[in-house]
């Protein structure tokens, strides 16, 4: 039986194994994007986590409602919940280390610290095309990372709202950076 769009759910909730190979070539690509998300601090965790994401879909598959969600935004939220896990599970590790075992040249931290500088400043020269209230809410949904629901509680802004200064930020950017590279 050939595995197409039309029928790749059913035969997932069969249990085919070509079906499970055609989500792989369809949706590895989402699948991976969103665990880079979250797992940006440990890259080497990404496939591993993939292939965990991969096994939940295969066997929880007949809990997928096409009433409810489509399947590649419920698989996309399958890797987000096991990507985040793997976070935690990182970061639980990160803190059994002891600091006393940890040995920092001075020498990379220097490095390191001049290395954000520079990146500090390329942001704020990307940046100063913009207004402040544009500013604040790229470095809060960018920089750091508060999702848009965080943002529009602390702001008082509609997610619609803060969409649309994050668009005309993005489009000022583009044509200063577009600017800098023709000067």
């Not at 096409?66 to 976070?87: C, G, H, M, Q, V």
């Not at 509609?158 to 577009?178: D, E, T």
């Amino acid at each position: 039986m050939r595995i197409g769009k039309n029928n790749y759910i059913q035969q997932l909730q069969l249990h085919n194994e070509d079906a499970l190979i055609y989500v792989i070539e369809t949706y590895a690509g989402l699948l991976k994007s969103v665990i880079r998300k979250h797992l940006y601090k440990v890259p080497d965790k990404v496939d591993e986590c993939l292939n965990d994401v991969l096994l939940s879909i295969w066997k929880h598959m007949d809990s997928f409602d096409e009433s409810k969600n489509t399947f590649p935004n419920w698989a996309a939220a399958i890797a987000r919940y096991k990507a985040i896990d793997y976070l935690r599970k990182y970061q639980q590790e990160l803190q059994q280390v002891n600091i006393e075992d940890i040995v920092v040249p001075k020498e990379d931290t220097m490095l390191e610290k001049l290395l954000e500088q520079e990146i500090s400043e390329e942001i704020q020269a990307l940046m100063s095309c913009m207004s402040k209230k544009d500013r604040e809410l790229f470095w809060k949904i960018y920089v750091e990372e508060k999702t848009m629901e965080e943002v529009s509680r602390e702001t008082g802004m509609k997610r619609a709202a803060i969409y649309n200064h994050l668009s005309r930020g993005k489009r000022r950017m583009r044509k200063q950076y577009l600017k800098k590279g023709e000067a």
